[in-house]
Protein backbone atom coordinates (compact mmCIF):
# COMPACT_ATOMS: atom_id res chain seq x y z
CA UNK A 1 0.00 0.00 0.00
CA UNK A 2 2.76 2.55 1.06
CA UNK A 3 4.38 1.78 -2.55
CA UNK A 4 1.42 2.28 -4.12
CA UNK A 5 0.72 5.95 -2.66
CA UNK A 6 4.51 6.50 -3.40
CA UNK A 7 3.83 5.60 -6.93
CA UNK A 8 0.83 7.80 -6.91
CA UNK A 9 2.77 10.66 -5.63
CA UNK A 10 5.39 10.61 -8.05
CA UNK A 11 2.96 10.39 -11.06
CA UNK A 12 1.13 13.09 -9.85
CA UNK A 13 2.82 15.61 -7.45
CA UNK A 14 5.98 15.92 -9.00
CA UNK A 15 4.79 16.89 -12.40
CA UNK A 16 2.54 19.22 -10.90
CA UNK A 17 5.40 20.82 -9.00
CA UNK A 18 7.40 20.77 -12.28
CA UNK A 19 5.13 22.36 -14.33
CA UNK A 20 4.14 25.00 -11.73
CA UNK A 21 8.12 26.20 -11.31
CA UNK A 22 7.97 26.13 -15.55
CA UNK A 23 5.29 28.22 -15.33
CA UNK A 24 6.51 30.55 -12.43
CA UNK A 25 9.71 31.27 -14.49
CA UNK A 26 7.90 32.07 -17.90
CA UNK A 27 5.72 34.70 -16.08
CA UNK A 28 8.93 35.77 -14.68
CA UNK A 29 10.70 35.90 -17.98
CA UNK A 30 7.16 38.21 -19.08
CA UNK A 31 7.79 40.66 -16.67
CA UNK A 32 11.25 41.50 -17.80
CA UNK A 33 11.30 44.47 -20.15
CA UNK A 34 13.21 45.15 -23.20
CA UNK A 35 16.56 46.40 -22.74
CA UNK A 36 17.44 49.83 -23.82
CA UNK A 37 15.62 52.55 -26.00
CA UNK A 38 12.68 50.77 -27.85
CA UNK A 39 8.97 52.50 -28.83
CA UNK A 40 6.07 50.28 -30.71
CA UNK A 41 3.87 51.57 -31.99
CA UNK A 42 0.35 50.43 -33.83
CA UNK A 43 -1.72 51.74 -36.57
CA UNK A 44 -5.72 51.21 -36.95
CA UNK A 45 -7.43 53.18 -39.59
CA UNK A 46 -8.62 54.38 -42.06
CA UNK A 47 -12.21 53.68 -40.70
CA UNK A 48 -15.03 56.16 -41.86
CA UNK A 49 -16.39 58.57 -39.39
CA UNK A 50 -19.52 59.93 -41.22
CA UNK A 51 -20.20 59.30 -44.78
CA UNK A 52 -23.01 62.13 -46.00
CA UNK A 53 -23.25 60.60 -49.57
CA UNK A 54 -25.37 57.80 -47.82
CA UNK A 55 -27.66 60.15 -47.16
CA UNK A 56 -30.26 62.63 -48.98
CA UNK A 57 -28.82 65.85 -49.07
CA UNK A 58 -31.77 67.54 -47.76
CA UNK A 59 -30.99 65.43 -44.11
CA UNK A 60 -27.66 66.35 -43.11
CA UNK A 61 -25.00 68.83 -44.41
CA UNK A 62 -21.66 68.91 -42.98
CA UNK A 63 -19.45 71.73 -42.52
CA UNK A 64 -15.89 71.92 -41.18
CA UNK A 65 -14.37 75.36 -40.38
CA UNK A 66 -17.05 76.69 -43.07
CA UNK A 67 -16.14 74.13 -45.46
CA UNK A 68 -18.52 71.50 -47.16
CA UNK A 69 -17.37 67.74 -45.84
CA UNK A 70 -19.18 64.48 -47.48
CA UNK A 71 -16.84 62.45 -45.78
CA UNK A 72 -14.40 62.33 -42.82
CA UNK A 73 -12.32 59.16 -41.76
CA UNK A 74 -10.45 58.63 -38.43
CA UNK A 75 -7.24 56.59 -37.50
CA UNK A 76 -5.57 55.74 -34.16
CA UNK A 77 -1.99 55.54 -33.54
CA UNK A 78 -1.16 54.33 -30.14
CA UNK A 79 2.57 55.15 -29.57
CA UNK A 80 4.14 52.79 -26.32
CA UNK A 81 7.96 53.13 -25.32
CA UNK A 82 8.10 49.47 -24.78
CA UNK A 83 11.95 49.44 -23.39
CA UNK A 84 13.75 50.23 -20.06
CA UNK A 85 14.95 53.45 -20.37
CA UNK A 86 13.30 56.79 -20.51
CA UNK A 87 13.74 58.57 -23.72
CA UNK A 88 13.60 62.40 -24.03
CA UNK A 89 12.95 64.86 -26.63
CA UNK A 90 11.47 62.04 -28.95
CA UNK A 91 10.45 62.85 -32.07
CA UNK A 92 7.72 61.30 -33.68
CA UNK A 93 6.48 61.91 -37.20
CA UNK A 94 3.20 60.92 -39.03
CA UNK A 95 3.29 60.89 -42.57
CA UNK A 96 0.18 60.63 -44.74
CA UNK A 97 0.90 59.28 -48.32
CA UNK A 98 -0.94 61.40 -50.55
CA UNK A 99 -0.40 64.79 -53.43
CA UNK A 100 -3.89 65.88 -52.92
CA UNK A 101 -4.08 69.07 -52.76
CA UNK A 102 -7.19 68.81 -51.37
CA UNK A 103 -6.28 66.48 -48.56
CA UNK A 104 -6.52 68.01 -45.05
CA UNK A 105 -6.17 66.87 -40.78
CA UNK A 106 -8.97 68.66 -39.59
CA UNK A 107 -8.69 67.25 -35.67
CA UNK A 108 -5.67 65.41 -33.40
CA UNK A 109 -6.29 64.14 -29.76
CA UNK A 110 -4.24 62.71 -27.46
CA UNK A 111 -5.00 60.42 -24.90
CA UNK A 112 -1.72 59.62 -22.48
CA UNK A 113 -1.18 57.01 -19.65
CA UNK A 114 -0.65 58.03 -17.68
CA UNK A 115 -3.21 60.40 -18.18
CA UNK A 116 -1.78 63.62 -15.54
CA UNK A 117 1.66 64.51 -15.83
CA UNK A 118 2.66 62.63 -18.89
CA UNK A 119 5.02 65.13 -20.02
CA UNK A 120 4.45 67.98 -23.16
CA UNK A 121 3.87 66.98 -26.35
CA UNK A 122 4.88 69.30 -29.19
CA UNK A 123 3.25 69.34 -32.63
CA UNK A 124 4.21 70.65 -35.55
CA UNK A 125 3.40 70.40 -39.24
CA UNK A 126 6.50 70.03 -41.73
CA UNK A 127 3.30 70.30 -44.52
CA UNK A 128 0.50 69.44 -45.71
CA UNK A 129 0.69 65.62 -45.57
CA UNK A 130 2.10 65.27 -42.00
CA UNK A 131 2.65 65.64 -38.42
CA UNK A 132 5.60 65.73 -36.26
CA UNK A 133 5.43 65.11 -32.41
CA UNK A 134 7.83 66.09 -30.24
CA UNK A 135 7.54 64.40 -26.47
CA UNK A 136 9.50 65.80 -23.59
CA UNK A 137 10.03 62.63 -21.68
CA UNK A 138 8.63 59.30 -22.43
CA UNK A 139 8.94 56.48 -19.54
CA UNK A 140 8.63 53.10 -19.89
CA UNK A 141 5.48 51.81 -20.26
CA UNK A 142 4.40 55.14 -21.33
CA UNK A 143 1.52 55.21 -23.86
CA UNK A 144 -0.02 58.08 -26.28
CA UNK A 145 -3.35 56.97 -28.07
CA UNK A 146 -3.51 59.68 -30.67
CA UNK A 147 -6.51 59.94 -32.64
CA UNK A 148 -6.43 61.42 -36.09
CA UNK A 149 -10.09 63.10 -38.67
CA UNK A 150 -8.94 63.71 -41.85
CA UNK A 151 -11.21 64.43 -45.12
CA UNK A 152 -9.64 61.93 -47.21
CA UNK A 153 -8.30 58.03 -46.93
CA UNK A 154 -4.84 57.64 -46.94
CA UNK A 155 -2.13 55.34 -46.14
CA UNK A 156 -0.34 56.42 -43.05
CA UNK A 157 3.03 55.54 -41.83
CA UNK A 158 4.76 56.16 -38.59
CA UNK A 159 8.50 57.70 -38.64
CA UNK A 160 10.84 57.98 -35.62
CA UNK A 161 14.72 58.50 -34.99
CA UNK A 162 16.69 58.73 -32.03
CA UNK A 163 20.04 57.83 -30.27
CA UNK A 164 19.92 53.97 -29.85
CA UNK A 165 16.20 53.86 -30.49
CA UNK A 166 13.95 50.89 -31.90
CA UNK A 167 11.57 51.29 -33.45
CA UNK A 168 8.93 48.46 -34.12
CA UNK A 169 5.52 48.06 -36.06
CA UNK A 170 2.87 45.85 -33.95
CA UNK A 171 0.02 44.56 -36.67
CA UNK A 172 -3.20 44.72 -35.65
CA UNK A 173 -5.23 42.74 -38.02
CA UNK A 174 -2.56 39.58 -37.44
CA UNK A 175 -3.22 37.22 -34.72
CA UNK A 176 -1.32 36.50 -32.68
CA UNK A 177 -0.53 34.35 -29.28
CA UNK A 178 -1.27 36.03 -25.82
CA UNK A 179 1.56 35.99 -23.14
CA UNK A 180 -0.82 34.42 -21.23
CA UNK A 181 -1.61 31.74 -23.83
CA UNK A 182 2.79 30.97 -24.36
CA UNK A 183 2.49 30.38 -20.81
CA UNK A 184 -0.02 28.00 -20.66
CA UNK A 185 1.43 25.86 -23.73
CA UNK A 186 4.89 25.77 -22.20
CA UNK A 187 2.94 24.92 -18.56
CA UNK A 188 0.96 21.84 -20.45
CA UNK A 189 4.05 20.76 -22.77
CA UNK A 190 6.08 20.73 -19.23
CA UNK A 191 3.59 18.45 -16.99
CA UNK A 192 2.78 16.14 -20.07
CA UNK A 193 6.27 15.47 -20.61
CA UNK A 194 7.23 15.07 -17.41
CA UNK A 195 4.08 12.38 -16.67
CA UNK A 196 5.32 10.71 -19.69
CA UNK A 197 8.80 10.58 -18.42
CA UNK A 198 7.92 9.46 -14.99
CA UNK A 199 5.23 6.58 -16.52
CA UNK A 200 8.27 4.99 -17.97
CA UNK A 201 10.60 5.21 -15.23
CA UNK A 202 8.22 3.49 -13.40
CA UNK A 203 7.22 0.78 -16.13
CA UNK A 204 11.19 0.42 -16.51
CA UNK A 205 11.59 -0.31 -12.36
CA UNK A 206 9.09 -3.06 -13.03
CA UNK A 207 10.68 -4.89 -15.69
CA UNK A 208 13.98 -4.91 -13.51
Do not use: C
Not at 74 to 79: A, F, N, Q, R, S
Not at 166 to 184: A, G
Request: no cysteine; hydrophobic share 40%.
Amino acid sequence: MENKMKWLRDIIFIPIMIALVFFLLSFAFQKIPNKGKQITYSIDGPSTLIDTTKLNSSQMSLKVNDEGVSKLYIYKVILTNTGSEPISDLPVRIVFNTDSPNFKIYSISHETLPRLEFGEINEEYPDLNSIRFVYDLMNAKDQDSITIITNLSQKLEVFSKSDGLVVKEIQTNEPSLKNTDISLMITLVAGFSTFLLTILQKLRKDRN
